[in-house]
Structure formats: C-alpha cells, structure tokens
T-cell receptor
Framework: GENVEQHPSTLSVQEGDSAVIKCTYS??????FPWYKQELGKRPQLIID?????GEKKDQRIAVTLNKTAKHFSLHITETQPEDSAVYFC????????????FGPGTSLSVIP | EADIYQTPRYLVIGTGKKITLECSQT?????MYWYQQDPGMELHLIHY???????EKGDLSSESTVSRIRTEHFPLTLESARPSHTSQYLC??????????????FGPGTRLTVL
C-alpha cells in the first residue's frame, strides 16, 4: 500500500521568511496530493491540493510542486506570518474513486515574530 | 464550515466500559473515516467506509468496530475501553470530485479519557 514520508518533523522560521515542507510517496499510481493545516486545538483543513497532471499550483502565498518521476511533492509558504504556525500534513492517494488518501506524519511549523 | 458532527465532544470513562462515539454528516458524502490523533501528532486511520455496508480496517482497528447502515452516520464502538485509548478521535467525510479531488472534511473531534 501507499506510504507517505514527510520532512522535517519540526520547522522554525522567522516571520517573513519562506518555509518548505517535503513529502515522498511510494505508490506510483497515486495521483492526488492534498495538504492540510491543523491549528492548535482545531480540526485539519485543506489548504491546497494538486493532481498529477499538474506540476505546480499556487494560491497567494502558498504553492505546491509535484515531481511524479521522483515521487515527491513539496509545500512552499512565502512571506510567513505568525498565523501560519500550525501542523501541516501532506497526503497521497486518489487512484480510484474508492481509494483513500494516506497522510504523512506531519510537520510542526513555528513562525517566530 | 462543513456539516459534520461528533458527539460527545468530551468523555471520561472507566476501564472496561463499552463506548460508542457518534459521527454524522449532512453533505451526502460516500466516504467516511475515523482517525485517532494525540494533540499535534500523526493522524492514525482506524476505520474507513466508502459507502453504505462497506467498511475497511485501518492501522489501529483491532480494538474497535464500526457500522455504516446509513450514508450520513458512521459510529465507532470500543468494546472495552483501556487507558491506552485515551486520545482524540476525529471523524471525517469526503466525496470523489469531478476533478479527481477528494477533500476530507473533519469533525470537531471527541476527546476521550479512560481512567
């Protein structure tokens, strides 16, 4: 089955700097890659996703890149703000409509004012 | 905010008790999930359902059961609660989208403490 690894497990950046979180997956048939953000005490929420027919997707300060050949994808946050502090989870799946995504172990991001 | 509900929100119970955690969604989603998560830590899949009368076990399923008799309802039962079950339990639902997306919407969680 699918296995998703995520690095780093913790990340601290200064406000205004960029943050990058990287994930790798094992199943080459996976073609859907979402990212979720979980703020302290709250539920995870989708922030961006990408399909395998797209190499990059942007939404304001957030971007995701996908390299299907290498089976890795990354989340980039530019101009970080304190409210970006949270745990971020990547996931992979979407082979069929019955498939479930598999989550990575998460990255705890701290943005230092 | 997505319409997915969990009850109770908090539960303190003694060892050996049987408990059922409730999860309901009003979005008509075919897929539903149960996760166990300690604060800020990994999401561990307990059970998964891709439709009525279909359930699959996840990594942590051995001590719990689920049922999916109605699309909107996906209860989780612990037959005999143990202190190791102390954690937060998150329910989620999703629908396979036309663009091949599969966004999961999470409930607010049930925080379980087993004494």
């Amino acid at each position: 089955g699918e296995n998703v690894e995520q690095h780093p497990s913790t990340l601290s950046v200064q406000e205004g700097d960029s943050a990058v979180i990287k994930c790798t997956y094992s199943d080459s048939a996976s073609n859907y890659f979402p990212w979720y953000k979980q703020e302290l005490g709250k539920r995870p929420q989708l922030i961006i996703d990408i399909r395998s027919n797209v190499g990059e997707k942007k939404d304001q300060r957030i971007a995701v890149t996908l390299n299907k050949t290498a089976k890795h994808f990354s989340l980039h946050i530019t101009e970080t703000q304190p409210e970006d502090s949270a745990v971020y989870f990547c996931a992979a799946g979407g082979k069929t409509s019955y498939d479930k995504v598999i989550f990575g172990p998460g990255t705890s991001l701290s943005v230092i004012p | 905010e997505a319409d997915i509900y969990q009850t109770p929100r908090y539960l303190v119970i003694g060892t050996g008790k049987k408990i059922t955690l409730e999860c309901s969604q009003t979005m008509g989603h075919d897929k539903m999930y149960w996760y166990q998560q300690d604060p800020g830590m990994e999401l561990h899949l307990i059970h998964y359902s891709y439709g009525v009368n279909s359930t699959e076990k996840g990594d942590l399923s051995s001590e719990s059961t689920v049922s999916r008799i109605r699309t909107e309802h996906f209860p989780l039962t612990l037959e005999s609660a143990r202190p190791s079950h102390t954690s937060q339990y998150l329910c989620a639902s999703s629908e396979w989208g036309g663009r091949g997306t599969d966004t999961q919407y999470f409930g607010p969680g049930t925080r379980l403490t087993v004494l």
